[in-house]
Nanobody, 126 residues
Framework: QVQLVESGGGLVQAEGQLRLSCSDSGRTFTSYILSWFRQAPGKERAFVAGISRSGATTYYADSAKGRFTISRDNAKNTVYLQMNSLKPEDTAVYYC???????????????????WGQGTQVTVSS
């Protein structure tokens, strides 16, 4: 069983930075593809970034490329999202999500993900 717990959200000014963390207390962390999604007010939840089981492969939404970096520390059962040059349009609830796989393909479709965290609010002021 995977239980994902996000932290690190908060209020930041435009052009600022935040680092989100998502931890799992289970013993099979390396079996999962991990991704970050976000849901802005009045909008559907959208893929932000994903990372393979080993951390060697990453995949970003266009909105995240060049500003956000996803990484994972399998020894700590934690995945991170470093967010730089934040914009007001990045304001959203950010969710960590996971699905178990033997492969390396990182899906952007929400329906592929089996486990979700509770979300952490990120607010970027202009």
């Amino acid at each position: 069983q995977v239980q994902l717990v996000e932290s690190g959200g908060g209020l930041v000014q435009a052009e600022g930075q935040l680092r989100l963390s998502c931890s799992d207390s289970g013993r099979t962390f390396t079996s999962y593809i991990l991704s970050w999604f976000r849901q802005a007010p009045g909008k559907e939840r959208a893929f932000v970034a994903g990372i393979s089981r080993s951390g060697a492969t990453t995949y970003y939404a266009d909105s995240a490329k060049g500003r956000f970096t996803i990484s994972r520390d399998n020894a700590k059962n934690t995945v991170y999202l470093q967010m730089n040059s934040l914009k007001p349009e990045d304001t959203a609830v950010y969710y960590c999500a996971a699905y178990r796989t033997d492969g390396t393909l990182i899906y952007a479709r929400e329906s592929e993900y089996e486990y979700w965290g509770q979300g952490t609010q990120v607010t970027v002021s202009s």
